[in-house]
């Protein structure tokens, strides 16, 4: 059956419909944790590219948004600029922004009613709100060409589903005590979680951090091995 999206409304209905570690977290079954193969598998299948231009990936405890909100204000009136964040406060549409401005309604439904369908064919891809929303950024992004791109995790950083990107400048804000049922008790665990957006042969940018924290990401850079800035 073709699925089409004709209002905003519907997109974010079919949302709604997914499961959403946003609001309830595990949720048991097929999806009790996070992990990165499910987005991974719908990133492939709808050949989408995970080499993003000039793509920024943003981890940490306090200061993710904040961090790409003013990265968009220095950047956008320069060059095309593509965000993603999380959570949103009223509409999904505030997750994706291009130069600061959330993407025409007309884009939303046009991109889920044309890869919607296209997962929906394949059963063992079972995706997240979250993952869904991220889909759509990558679609977004084949669509829309911009020069940067601004992309924060949603969670820790090693499983988030953003961390199927590759060839990204990763900046890690400060670190403290978050999601401890998930990342861990410690801030070692913590910054070892968010550590995992590192890429090898990589750029990295860290803010302020715990001495428990620093010497973790630290430790990181060395095994990716990865450049500090």
């Not at 990165?36 to 050949?47: F, I, M, T, V």
Request: hydrophobic share 40%.
């Amino acid at each position: 059956m073709t699925v089409r999206f004709l209002t905003l409304d519907s997109t974010e209905q079919y949302l709604h419909s997914l499961i959403n570690y946003e609001q309830t977290f595990p949720l048991g079954g097929t999806r009790s944790g996070l992990k990165l193969e499910p987005c991974l598998n719908a990133a492939e299948r709808l050949g989408l590219d995970l080499r993003l231009p000039h793509c920024v990936h943003v981890a940490g405890t306090k200061g993710k948004g904040s961090t790409v909100a003013f990265l968009e204000a220095l950047l956008a009136p320069d060059c095309r600029t593509l965000s993603f964040t999380s959570p949103h406060l009223e509409s999904v549409i505030e997750r994706i922004r291009l130069n600061g401005r959330p993407l025409d309604d007309a884009l939303w439904c046009r991109s889920f009613s044309e890869f919607v369908p296209m997962l929906e064919r394949d059963p063992a891809i079972k995706l997240t709100y979250f993952e869904t929303a991220f889909i759509f950024y990558l679609w977004a992004a084949r669509e829309l060409k911009p020069d940067v791109h601004l992309v924060e995790v949603g969670l820790g950083g090693r499983w988030d589903a953003t961390n199927i990107l590759k060839d990204t400048l990763a900046v890690i804000t400060t670190i403290d005590y978050d999601h401890t049922e998930i990342l861990g008790n410690t801030l070692t665990e913590i910054a070892a979680d968010k550590a995992g957006i590192i890429k090898p042969d990589s750029h990295v940018i860290i803010g302020r951090q715990p001495d428990e924290a620093l010497v973790t990401l630290k430790s990181a850079v060395l095994k990716a091995p990865a450049q500090a800035l």
